[in-house]
């Protein structure tokens, strides 16, 4: 069964930078493709980033250049990095997996990110 668990949410100013790490359990965390995605009340779940299992990086147009995906295999982890956070960043964050060769994708339970002065 695999788990995910998403930490590091808060909440930030403004122009702040917030760290949130999702650490994946019951699965080969290595030939996963690793997600981000955000949620606001009465809105549809929003994409915002991916890192595949190579490495390969992609972001939502609304965060480049101010989010950084990554991943450490060896932690079963993956990072966001968030810069330059705005109000409209306000959602709660939750981590993705999908399996390469299965397909199975899981989610974990989500953390909240509040950007307000």
């Known amino acids: 069964q695999v788990q995910l668990v998403e930490s590091g949410g808060g909440l930030v100013q403004p122009g702040g930078s917030l760290r949130l790490s999702c650490v994946a359990s019951g699965t080969i965390f290595s030939i996963n493709d690793m997600s981000w995605y955000r949620q606001v009340p009465g809105k549809e779940r929003e994409w915002v980033a991916t890192?595949?299992?190579?490495?390969?990086?992609n972001y939502a147009a609304s965060v480049k250049g101010r989010f950084t995906i990554s991943r450490d295999n060896a932690k079963n982890t993956v990072f966001l990095q968030m810069h330059s956070l705005k109000p409209e960043d306000t959602a709660v964050y939750y981590c993705?997996?999908?399996?390469?060769?299965?397909?199975?994708?899981?989610w974990g339970q989500g953390t909240q990110v509040t950007v307000s002065s």
């Open positions: 890192i595949t299992y190579t490495g390969t990086t």
């Open positions: 993705n997996s999908h399996h390469v060769l299965t397909k199975q994708d899981d």
